[in-house]
Every structure is written in structure tokens, then in C-alpha cells.
């Protein structure tokens, strides 16, 4: 089993909903790990082997009942300001990139695929996270996590797109418009995240977005007031969980999430039989 | 009538005048007006583009000009001049007079032109767009007016004629250089209630109180379409170009025929349109060409442009995604726009909501951040001050403070109840005394002895609630009625002046001394409570700590006295602001194309 979710904005909600699905598959049983190609994060987590991972991923091992390793998260960019950004490369430092001395694309996504590789060997399911939106056309050619690990594994495929800031259908139909051609037929469904009010308003909204796209609608989350540990340095939530230890606190918030999305009738039948297509 | 024909007299004896900035009253209508005839020498021209009867205090109809900018248009005015003194003022009897009305209106009045601002998402930036756009179109000498169908909004303000609009309307008016905004420029105003109810103001007075669905399916066909077409029609009358601004997404396809705010508004006014997306959270490019290509075919021929905004770093590298976004939608994109860093109140509910702290000052002004609070761009301008800003909404988070607000809220009992059970009432009131502690609207409610709702009319239950008990007022809600006024006076303790505008429902009866003498028609009224010596302040007034006068007699409690810096006139602040963003934007977008776009080249 794999599958990969993909973000229509950055904050979207994709880290959540990976992490949700981690817990979920580990309940039932599954050998579950996370996995994001690559990570721009300034927050970093240092796996038992020595190496560096960002923090989501490590969050969301916790989710899954793996231990964090680094093939979770192959690639680590961290901004190291004025424009340099360190490459962490399976754990260890391996360069500065700047605008004018940037990644080899090509030797990053061969190292991502190797890790993602090892991930499937190792475990029945890989979840998998995207990076940003996959549909940023100005850096075509320049993206790994979305675009990258679709075209390199197949990896079937599923958008988030937030509906709290409003034109979620617009996000999700360009978003589908933008992946190119030969990725297109991986997206298989998608989710909309952060609903407030009532479901049945978006009907014919969502029946449309699954006849132009041909993307089956997994889900509406509604908006969770629970506070998650975010790498994102755009959603600064600050990740505060009062008084308990972390990783309980946070178990427990991805439980409830659970339990909320299965209130509200997420399709988890459906998202595994993508995962397992 | 005789009197104004002497006034005219005068008028055409003195000429030319310009824009007159000795008069008190300047500007009246907007900076830059011809005041050459401050008295119309085609009073009452019955033209229902420029004026309407109103009833006069003694019942009897008048013609109202006050919303007429036709003759203070500077070739209009020099051309009316011109003709009176060609013809000799005692000969232009009505006729003549008529004759040159007719030939004025044919010669300078046309309908003016539309441009809407579309956004992809709430929050894409649409509202600076105008507000920007208003501001350059101003610099260029066009009479501009800012226009929003319905606003979802906490922030509202006070028009001179009692009305109440969005702030951010307000914002878009002042950057658009206009003295006469009024409730046209944003005829419907919801305001969330709770339980998602929201209170519908049109035209600037309480109309009624819709859920979601009753909102699309009954107001929004028939009072709600009205309402729209009536005032851009009369902003379309008056001005050269209304710079419409859409709300949320116009994509919405699950709502998209009973979404008046969007593109219905754009038919009704024949406006082109221009789309707007955020790149801060990436996907600009999904977003963009999902708007688009969303929009019904016929609608979508109106949007003109694409703005990619808030790009930080190098826009540079926005140029080849731009381009392919062109190419496969046939819409230039008309503008790369980098993140402006200006200080401008906001209604952008996305940064409040993540920014807990607003300054780096050295005076910790914590602020009790309601559930549902109301008008916190009353809070702004002390950001000008040595201050750090805290919107707190837990007890420890008041430790250290040097002072603390209550805010306003949209259901102050509700939220005084919210502040009692989480332990901020408890917090604050061990703390009084020891720093200043000044209430607006609701938390001013809040501080009263009591607080009685026998009607449930703000909380929906009937209800009597003990308030904070630092003043011995009393609060009660009798009838569904709305206190809405614009508000000057002076600060009792000082002599400093203070302005500010009332909109709240529910009286207090006042047991305190009062805080300000407001000014009145007939004569000056008691406004507010103080207590000096225990530092505690209450007042009705949003807006009070606009001017520095007051913000500067409250911050003198704070310990340690206040070291005034460089004094600061807020508004003049927002205007220097407002001049930056139009900077930004007039640099960045292809302004030969908008101006082609909104067809108002003169
Ligand atoms: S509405 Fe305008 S043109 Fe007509 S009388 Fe008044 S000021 Fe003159």
C-alpha cells in the first residue's frame, strides 16, 4: 500500500491528514511508516541513528508506531538565511544550495526514490506527504516530492485542498488542470479540509470537481480546533499542547480526528482502495 | 432662494477659487474639489443623478445636494463660470441657467466605468488591491469610489450621516481621497451574531437577521440584488470609476447563482475584472487557473487581468509560471506584486488570528482576546506607540502587562460569561489598581455592576449577569434598537480632544464620572466613566485611541510614566501608508493596461 497527499497551498492541512492515516493504518494493524521526499523545515528531529529529519516526519512515525529513521524524510532543506540553505541528505549534511549553486535535481530524486524503496521493503504501507502545492509551474522540472515521486513510483495520489480560505473547488480543479499530462490519471481523489458549517451545502460544488476530474471526494473534514505540531513555517499554531507529554497529547488529537472523520463519513474504504490500486 | 442667488452673485464675482482650503468645512465632498460654487448656481436642479429630495425637519421636501460632486469638478465649474459671465450674471435668468446645466452635463457628465477586483480566495489580497488601485487612480486625478456588495466584517464605522460600513471600506474611501463616505460604497454589511446568525445591515441600518440558507434564498434574490444595483447606479452617476472589490472566491460553483458579491455585481455594474491571488501560501498558479476556468463562459469573458500579490523575495521567479498562466488562459497577468510592507488596519482575519503579538515596545498592553471580538482595529493605532501588543485569551498571559483593554464584542454577555469560567475575569480584577484598565463598547458593558437582558435581545436568552463590578453602571438591553453616531469631544480630565463613533445595542445607565464631554447640538453631553485613582476607564467610543490625546492621558498610568516619542496623527500615519501601497502597486502592475482596462482615459 502507498499513497501520497498532496497540498493545494502550503497549510493545507496535508501533514494532518498523513499523520491521521498513519495512526489510522496502525491501528488496524498495518506496518505503517510516513515518508516526504523532501522538507523545507527549519525544525529538525535527530533519529536514534545520528541522523536529522524534519519534524513532521518524525511526528508522524510517531502516528505510525515506527521508529523515525531517515529514509522517512531523504531530503532536508533548512534556510541557513541570506538565501543559502543547508542540504541534509539521508540524515547527514551533505551541501550548501544557493540561487546561483542549486540541488542536482537529478541526484536528489534518485536518493529519494532509494529511501522510498527501502520504506516499501521494510513496511506494508507507506504514506506519503507532498511538498508546497505540485502545481508551482514556474519551478517545473524543479520538484521531487509531488511531481517527482509520482512520476518516478507511480504513487497514487490524493489533493488536500483548505477550504477555510474559500475557493477550494477552484484549488482543487487547477491543481488537477496543472499536473502534467502523464501524472494526471494518478490523482484519484481528494479532500476538503476545514469545513465549517453544513456539509450538504457543497453537493453539487463536489459533484461537478468528480465529473470534470474524474477524482473521487474522500471526504469534508470539518475544522478541528486541535492543535498539531506543524514543521510549516507559515502555520505558526505553535503547536502547544497543555500539560501532557507530547506524543500521548498528540496520539490522542489524531484519535479524535479519527473518530471525527468517520462522524462525518470519510470514505477510509475508498482512500485504501486507492492506496492499494 | 433669493439668498442663494445672492451667494452665486458673489460667487461669479469673486471667479475662480480653486480648491478652497481656508473654509472650514473643506473638503467637503473630496481632496482636490473645485469649491468655486460652494452655493450651486443651478440650485434645484431636480437631476436625480446628482441629488434627492429629502424631508426637512419642518416636513417639507428639500432638495439635498450633499452626495453632488458634478459642480465641484474643476472643468465643470470653470466652464459653468465662464458661460454665467459670458452671459452676464442678471441676464442668466432660469432659462439660460438651464441651458448651461444642460450644456455642462453634455460636455462633462458621462457614466463612469467600472473595474472589480476578484480574489481567489478570502484573504488574497483584494481588499489592498482597491484600496491601492483607489489611491492611485486618485493621484491620476480620477474621482474614484471603492465599492463592496456585502461584507462579512467585525470591523465597521461611521459614516457623517450615522450609518454604519466596513472599515475596510471606510480605509479604501479615505485612500481614494474622498470626505463623503457613506453607506454606497457598501450597501450590505453582515455581521456574525453566533450560532451562524448574522445581523444584515443595508444601506446602512439593521435590516434583519438571516442564517446561511435563508440569507441565499430570501435575501439575496430580492432586497439583496436591489440593494447592489441601486447604489452602483449611484456611484456610477457620480463618479469616474468604481473600484469594485468581490468577496471570498468567485468559484464558489455550489453557490455560484445566488452569489451577489462576485460576478452578479460585475453584470450589474458592466465592470470588468481583475483577478487577484495570495502567493504566500504557494499554488497561486491552481488557484488562478481554477478561478477562471470555474467561471460560467459568459462571466468569465469579463476578467481582463490576473495579480499574482504578495510575492516575497525575487518576483522574477513568478515571470515563467506567469507566462505558461497566459498562454493556457489567455489573461495577461498584469502584475507580479511584492509582499508591501506597510502598516494599514486589517480586516485580514487570517493574520490577527495567527499574529498573538503586534510591536516590540516596551509597554505590554494586554488585550482580552473575546471569542467574539468586535472592532479590534480600535486597537491599531496604539501600535504607534512604544508599545507590544498582546491579544491574549489565557489569565497567565495578562501576567506583566502595563495595561489591559477590553475590547468590543459581538455578544457581550456570551463573552463575559467566557471570560469568568477560563479565569481572565478573576485575573484582571486582581489587578486593578495596579495598572490602567480601560473598556470599550461591550468590555466597557462588561465593567458595570450589571448587566440585565430581561428580552434575551443580545444573547437570545433572557438573562441578568453581575458585570465586573469596577464601575457601578448598569447595562441593560430593553428593545431591539441600534445607538449609531459619530462622536467629538474632550477629554474631561485633560482638555486633549477625542473623536470617535457609538454603535452598540443596550444603554448604561451611568453612576461614574464621566470620561469625556461630547458635543452636541444641544450642548455637550457626558460620555464614558473614570475613575483616576484606581486607573479605570470605560467608554462607548471605537476609534478613541485615534487621536493622540487620549492615547497618550491613558498611557500616562502605565508605570514609569510614558515617554512621548515623535508625536503621530494616525491618520496622516494611514494616508502615508495608503501612499506606499499605491507605490508598490503602481510600480509593479502594468498600469497603461488597467487604465485600458477600465476604459477611462480621458
Ligand atoms: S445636485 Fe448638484 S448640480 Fe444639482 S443643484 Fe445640487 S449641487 Fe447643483
Redesign the pocket.
Known amino acids: 500500500m502507498r499513497v501520497l497527499f498532496l497540498g493545494t497551498s502550503s497549510g493545507a492541512g496535508k501533514t494532518t491528514v498523513s499523520a491521521m492515516y498513519c495512526r489510522y493504518l496502525a491501528r488496524k494493524g498495518v506496518r505503517v511508516a510516513p515518508f516526504k521526499a523532501s522538507n523545507l523545515s527549519l525544525n529538525s528531529y535527530a533519529t536514534s541513528d545520528g541522523g536529522e529529519i524534519g519534524i513532521g516526519q518524525a511526528f508522524q512515525a510517531m502516528a505510525s508506531g515506527a521508529v523515525p529513521a531517515t529514509d522517512m524524510n531523504p531530503i532536508l532543506l533548512k534556510p541557513s538565511g541570506n538565501g543559502r540553505i543547508q542540504v541534509v541528505l539521508n540524515g547527514m549534511p551533505y551541501a550548501d544550495i544557493t540561487d546561483d549553486t542549486p540541488l542536482d535535481i537529478g541526484i536528489a530524486t534518485a536518493e529519494a526514490c532509494k529511501a522510498y524503496d527501502r520504506l516499501r521493503e521494510r513496511f506494508d504501507a507507506v504514506v506519503c506527504e507532498g511538498s508546497g502545492s505540485p502545481a508551482e509551474i514556474n519551478l517545473r522540472g524543479r520538484d521531487i516530492a509531488n511531481v517527482g515521486m509520482m512520476r518516478e513510483r507511480n504513487i497514487p495520489s490524493v489533493l488536500v485542498g483548505d477550504i477555510e480560505r474559500g475557493g477550494v473547488f477552484a484549488a482543487l480543479y487547477g491543481t488537477w488542470k496543472l499536473i502534467p499530462e502523464g501524472q494526471r490519471g494518478l490523482l484519484k481523489g481528494f479532500i476538503i479540509n476545514r469545513f465549517r458549517g453544513d456539509p450538504t451545502m457543497l453537493g453539487s460544488g463536489i459533484a461537478s470537481i468528480e465529473e470534470i476530474t474524474g477524482m473521487k471526494c474522500l471526504g469534508i473534514l470539518p475544522y478541528a480546533d486541535l492543535r498539531f505540531p506543524e514543521e510549516d513555517s507559515l502555520s505558526n499554531s505553535g503547536g502547544r499542547m497543555s500539560g501532557k507529554d507530547a506524543s500521548s497529547a498528540y496520539l490522542e488529537n489524531l484519535d479524535s480526528l479519527i473518530a471525527e472523520a468517520e462522524r462525518c463519513g470519510f470514505d477510509f474504504e475508498a482512500l485504501k482502495r486507492i492506496a492499494e490500486g | 432662494m433669493d439668498c442663494i442667488r445672492k451667494k452665486v452673485k458673489e460667487e461669479v464675482e469673486r471667479g475662480r477659487t480653486g480648491s478652497d482650503h481656508g473654509c472650514p468645512y473643506h473638503p467637503s465632498h473630496f481632496i482636490g474639489q473645485d469649491c468655486t460654487?460652494c452655493f450651486?448656481?443651478?440650485?434645484?436642479?431636480?437631476?436625480a443623478r446628482?441629488?434627492?429630495f429629502i424631508e426637512s425637519r419642518r416636513g417639507r421636501d428639500v432638495?439635498?445636494?450633499s452626495?453632488?460632486?458634478?459642480?465641484?469638478r474643476s472643468e465643470v465649474a470653470g466652464f459653468v463660470l465662464d458661460e454665467i459671465r459670458r452671459t452676464g450674471f442678471e441676464e442668466c435668468g432660469d432659462e439660460r441657467m438651464d441651458e448651461i446645466?444642460s450644456d455642462a452635463k453634455e460636455k462633462f457628465w458621462r457614466r463612469g466605468r467600472a473595474l472589480m477586483v476578484l480574489g481567489a480566495t478570502s484573504d488574497a489580497g483584494k481588499s489592498v488591491t482597491v484600496a491601492a488601485l483607489c489611491r492611485v487612480l486618485h493621484r491620476r486625478g480620477f474621482v474614484t469610489a471603492p465599492f463592496k456588495s456585502q461584507n462579512m466584517s467585525l470591523n465597521s464605522k461611521v459614516t457623517r450621516t450615522g450609518s454604519e460600513i466596513a472599515m475596510i471600506q471606510a480605509l479604501q474611501a479615505q485612500a481614494a481621497g474622498l470626505k463623503n463616505t457613506d453607506y454606497h460604497m457598501n450597501p450590505i454589511l453582515m455581521k456574525p451574531k453566533g450560532d451562524m446568525v448574522s445581523q444584515v445591515v443595508v444601506e446602512g441600518k439593521p435590516f434583519a437577521d438571516y442564517d446561511v440558507s435563508s440569507y441565499y434564498s430570501e435575501f439575496v434574490p430580492g432586497p439583496g440584488r436591489e440593494a447592489v444595483k441601486r447604489n452602483i447606479d449611484f456611484l456610477l452617476d457620480r463618479y469616474d470609476v468604481v473600484v469594485m472589490e468581490g468577496a471570498g472566491s468567485p468559484a464558489e460553483i455550489n453557490i455560484y447563482d445566488s452569489d451577489i458579491a462576485n460576478m452578479q455585481a460585475a453584470v450589474i455594474a458592466d465592470a470588468y475584472c481583475l483577478l487577484v491571488v495570495n502567493a504566500e501560501w504557494g499554488g497561486s498558479f491552481a488557484y488562478a487557473l481554477g478561478t477562471v476556468e470555474l467561471i460560467p463562459e459568459n462571466d468569465r469573458k469579463r476578467i481582463k487581468g490576473i495579480i499574482i500579490n504578495n510575492v516575497r523575495g525575487d518576483t522574477g521567479k513568478m515571470r515563467s509560471g506567469a507566462d505558461e498562466l497566459e498562454r493556457m488562459l489567455g489573461i495577461p497577468v498584469i502584475g507580479i506584486v511584492p509582499h508591501a510592507d506597510v502598516k494599514l488596519p486589517s480586516e485580514d482575519s487570517e493574520s490577527f488570528r495567527n499574529s498573538r503579538t503586534v510591536g516590540t515596545g516596551s509597554m505590554r498592553i494586554a488585550v482580552v482576546k473575546f471569542p467574539r471580538i468586535s472592532n479590534f482595529t480600535d486597537l491599531d493605532p496604539l501600535f504607534l506607540e512604544d508599545t507590544a501588543v498582546v491579544f491574549a485569551d489565557r489569565p497567565e498571559e495578562f501576567d506583566g502587562a502595563d495595561a489591559i483593554v477590553l475590547p468590543g464584542t459581538k455578544n457581550t454577555i456570551s463573552d463575559l460569561e467566557w471570560m469568568k469560567e477560563n479565569g481572565i475575569a478573576a485575573k484582571i480584577l486582581s489587578m486593578k489598581g495596579k495598572v490602567p484598565i480601560i473598556g470599550l463598547c461591550g468590555g466597557y458593558q462588561m465593567m458595570g455592576s450589571l448587566l440585565s437582558d430581561p428580552k434575551g435581545i443580545e444573547d437570545g436568552r433572557p438573562s441578568e449577569t453581575q458585570g465586573l463590578g469596577f464601575f457601578d453602571n448598569v447595562t441593560s438591553w430593553e428593545r431591539y434598537e441600534k445607538c449609531v453616531r459619530q462622536e467629538r469631544g474632550k477629554i474631561i480630565a485633560t482638555g486633549g480632544e477625542v473623536t470617535g463613533y457609538e454603535i452598540h445595542m443596550g444603554g448604561t445607565e451611568v453612576r461614574e464620572r464621566p470620561l469625556f464631554s461630547i458635543e452636541g447640538f444641544s450642548g455637550n453631553a457626558d460620555e464614558g466613566s473614570v475613575r483616576e485613582d484606581e486607573m479605570l476607564f470605560g467608554t462607548y467610543l471605537h476609534g478613541v485611541f485615534d487621536t493622540q490625546d487620549f492615547r497618550r492621558y491613558f498611557l500616562s498610568f502605565v508605570k514609569g510614566g510614558h515617554n512621548a516619542p515623535e508625536s503621530v496623527d494616525y491618520n496622516e500615519y494611514v494616508d502615508w501608508n495608503l501612499d506606499k501601497l499605491a507605490d508598490v502597486f503602481e510600480e509593479a502592475l502594468d498600469m497603461d493596461k488597467v487604465m485600458e482596462i477600465i476604459g477611462a482615459v480621458r
Open positions: 460654487f450651486c448656481p443651478f440650485y434645484p436642479c431636480e437631476d446628482f441629488g434627492k432638495w439635498d445636494c452626495d453632488c460632486l458634478f459642480i465641484h446645466f
